[in-house]
């Protein structure tokens, strides 16, 4: 079973940018659907951006479009999120997972925590 590990989170101001990376361990999801998903403090998980297993087609939330890219890396089984001109409402825990029918299939990782300075 892939295990899918979260990480390059941090501080950052509003404007400013990161680079999130979403590495699978265990097994590989070059064939998969990758998402990246948020939850803020008292709101519900949602779905920030998804890449098809190819890396040929992608989409995104509207609270993202033009500021967050999703690439992937299949060599390295890795996908990424380029978040730029980061906004506070940006903060939340940061979470992958595989994608199947459109709906998150595999377990939930730790995440990694994106906070947004103003």
């Known amino acids: 079973q892939v295990q899918l590990v979260e990480s390059g989170g941090g501080l950052v101001q509003a404007g400013g940018s990161l680079r999130l990376s979403c590495a699978a361990s265990g097994s590989t999801f070059n064939m998969d659907n990758v998402g990246w998903f948020r939850q803020a403090p008292g709101k519900e998980r949602e779905l920030v951006a998804t890449?098809?297993?190819?890396?040929?087609?992608?989409t995104y939330a509207d609270s993202v479009k033009g500021r967050f890219t999703i690439s992937r890396e299949n060599a390295k089984n890795t996908v990424f999120l380029q978040m730029d001109s980061l906004k506070p409402e940006d903060t939340a825990v940061y979470y992958c997972n595989i994608m199947q029918s459109g709906v998150p299939f595999g377990s939930w990782g730790q995440g990694t925590q994106v906070t947004v300075s103003s």
């Open positions: 890449i098809g297993w190819l890396g040929s087609w992608s």
